[in-house]
């Protein structure tokens, strides 16, 4: 039999990712649920494993899994609504803080540009009604994206319990693709598969939690208001790798303005938050979950652009485990291996160019 030419192999291979690519961002409505409800249910396997120990029926476990998960996004939306209901009461004092930063900063352009106070209001207004002209638009697009975010997380109970009562059914569908010898090698890339998930998973809710107390205690005792929201705020954006970091210096900066007239106070925020931050990218998180998920920053970034591209929020913060399960399969794929080492953290001692 011909042997294939590798020019063909390897331009079927280009073709089938950009055919993937494709597919999820046509139906990324459709899979971004499936998706995040696969990960989700593999983080609650472990609760329902022990559930199930316990003489618990499996229907039952399932459910009392997807309860504890929803108790505990249910405590971070309380602390939420009370954080937000503290800067609605607070909104006369926000609203002058404001205006007295605008007032400053209209001086300094006046002083420094030679803008008066007359042409910036004007072009304040012209702005103002641009966005005011679109403002419908932009209503009829939130009313859209708010009923597809409650279609969202209105199917993911639903996807996280069927998961888990089929998965030895989609286990035995996955076997089945492969011939018995290798069965052994899908075992241990699903088995490998399951624990970075799981490590990566388990290793963000760690992340938030330390980052939200470090950041909310230190904040408190240099006196910051608001200094628990501006702590959870920059933990949770700062789960979507190198991209969240940066709104959440914005916002609480942004947080810190509306609540005070000192700019000391926002200094002091930007040195805390680097302070942690640093501490959490160069001791701490490699510690908790650099040795599981092993991609170089450059896969890492485009990843998180990609999925950012092609489903927004979700994509961004599913795009690392995701990589990192393809990763896992490449490895183990004798044609496939060559994707495997460039999405790997290591780099060839030797060049190969000498």
Same mark, same amino acid.
């Given at each position: ?67 504890? =998960?929803?108790?505990? $996004? *249910? @405590?971070?939306?309380?602390? /939420? +609504? !009370?954080? &937000? ?49 679109? =403002?419908?638009?932009? $209503? *009829? @697009?939130?009313?859209?994206? /708010? +009923? !597809?975010? &409650? ?49 990566? =998973? ?153």
């Amino acid at each position: 039999m011909k042997e294939i030419p590798i020019t063909v192999i390897r331009s079927i291979e280009l073709l089938g990712i950009v055919l993937v690519v494709f597919i999820f961002y046509v139906g990324a409505d459709i899979i971004m649920p499936i998706l995040l409800s696969f990960f989700i249910s593999i983080m609650l396997l472990p609760v329902h494993r022990f559930l199930m120990s316990k003489k618990i029926p499996e229907i039952l476990s399932i459910i009392i899994s997807i309860l504890l =998960l929803a108790l505990f $996004l *249910g @405590g971070i939306i309380w602390f /939420f +609504s !009370s954080q &937000i209901t503290k800067l609605i009461n607070e909104f006369d004092q926000i609203k002058s803080n404001v205006n007295n930063h605008l007032n400053n900063l209209s001086h300094w352009i006046d002083n420094k540009f030679g803008i008066s106070s007359k042409e910036q209001t004007k072009f304040i207004n012209e702005q103002s009604n641009n966005v005011l002209n679109s =403002l419908g638009k932009i $209503l *009829g @697009g939130a009313m859209g994206s /708010f +009923s !597809s975010f &409650i279609v969202f997380f209105g199917l993911l109970p639903i996807y996280i319990y069927l998961m888990l009562f089929y998965k030895n059914l989609f286990l035995k569908f996955i076997f089945m693709w492969f011939s018995p010898t290798d069965h052994e090698m899908v075992r241990e890339g699903l088995k490998e598969s399951e624990t970075i998930i799981k490590s990566y =998973l388990l290793g963000l809710i760690i992340q938030v939690t330390y980052m939200t107390i470090l950041l909310g205690g230190l904040m408190i005792i240099f006196g910051i208001k608001h200094a628990l929201l501006i702590g959870v705020i920059f933990a949770i954006l700062n789960l979507i790798p190198y991209i969240g970091a940066l709104f959440g210096n914005i916002i609480g900066v942004l947080l810190t303005l509306s609540s005070t007239q000192e700019l000391s106070a926002v200094i002091t925020v930007l040195i805390i938050i680097s302070a942690v931050q640093f501490l959490d990218n160069n001791i701490l998180m490699p510690r908790i979950v650099g040795s599981k998920v092993k991609i170089n920053a450059f896969a890492a970034i485009f990843g998180v652009i990609v999925g950012g591209t092609i489903a927004g929020i979700s994509g961004m913060f599913l795009a690392l485990p995701l990589i990192a399960v393809l990763k896992i399969i490449f490895d183990r794929t004798k044609i496939l291996k060559q994707w495997g080492v460039l999405l790997a953290d290591e780099r060839p001692k030797n060049n190969l160019m000498k």
